[in-house]
């Protein structure tokens, strides 16, 4: 007799296997019933920062990795899977779109409902500095390793190409916490305006400053001093 292949086989809760390997029953009671909500909105606000949590877990766990490949000298896979962490907060980034979807009058329903939570206490970006901290020790000693300055890696980027590719995807890596923490702040001004304090009291034009902050910033200071030295080649050679 042949095997029914719409029969679950996994085990755990759920009628399919579909939901038993994905644990959508415990998944989707992790946003409040309509009945518990203050506000319609509630379900967007819920699903835009649980799914933010997702992605940044499924980030920061590559940029680990990551860094452990480097450490053993891979570079390969290193560069596969920094490709997913950018990629990760850049959809992390694009969904902070859909804030702008609610009223700011009726956003201030659900505030009241937040207690003392704020975006400082996520687990997801409380885990971005440790990892970026490792992945860019892990770049530093893989750059002594190949006897490279970080200049010099630019200069010679074709005879290094996986090094240099590991540098461009740190760069991009700073450069998405940058994009996102504008976008937030974008958002944070249209929910709340600029002149208000947050729910854990740090006033919104704090979250503007923040944005200046570089997580690696020697991969931008290298280009300052990647144009200086041109600049002053060209100058001695036209002398
Ligand atoms: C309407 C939507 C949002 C509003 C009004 C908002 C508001 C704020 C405010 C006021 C702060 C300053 C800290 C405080 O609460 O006192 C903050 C910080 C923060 N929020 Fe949000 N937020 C929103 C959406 C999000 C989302 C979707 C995330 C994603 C997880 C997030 C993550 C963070 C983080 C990580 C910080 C720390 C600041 C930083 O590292 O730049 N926020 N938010």
Partial sequence: MSEDLHE???????ASDYERYLRTDELLSLQKDPE??????????????????????????????????????????????LRRAVLSLQYVTTQL???NQMSPWEYSEIRV????????????????????????????????????SLVELYQQGREHEDLYQVAELLTEWDERIWVWRFRHYAVVARALGEETIGT????????????????????????????????????????
């Fill in 8 to 14: 679950p086989v996994l085990p755990g809760p759920g």
């Fill in 36 to 81: 518990e909500r203050v506000h319609h909105d509630e379900l967007l606000f819920q699903t835009v920062h649980q799914s933010s949590e997702l992605w940044l877990k499924l980030a920061t766990t590559e940029v680990d990795e990551a860094a452990g490949h480097m450490e053993r000298g891979e570079l390969a896979p290193a560069i596969r899977l």
């Fill in 97 to 99: 779109e859909m804030l």
């Fill in 113 to 148: 409902v937040l207690g003392h939570g704020s975006g400082f206490d996520s687990p997801g970006f409380r885990r971005v500095p440790a990892v970026t901290q490792r992945v860019s020790q892990a770049f530093e000693r893989a750059l002594q390793r190949a006897g490279l």
């Fill in 200 to 239: 854990q009291g740090t006033p919104v034009q704090v979250l503007g400053k923040l944005i200046a902050q570089r997580q690696i910033p020697k991969l931008w200071e290298v280009r300052s001093r990647l144009v200086e030295l041109f600049d002053a080649e060209r100058k001695g050679s036209a002398a």
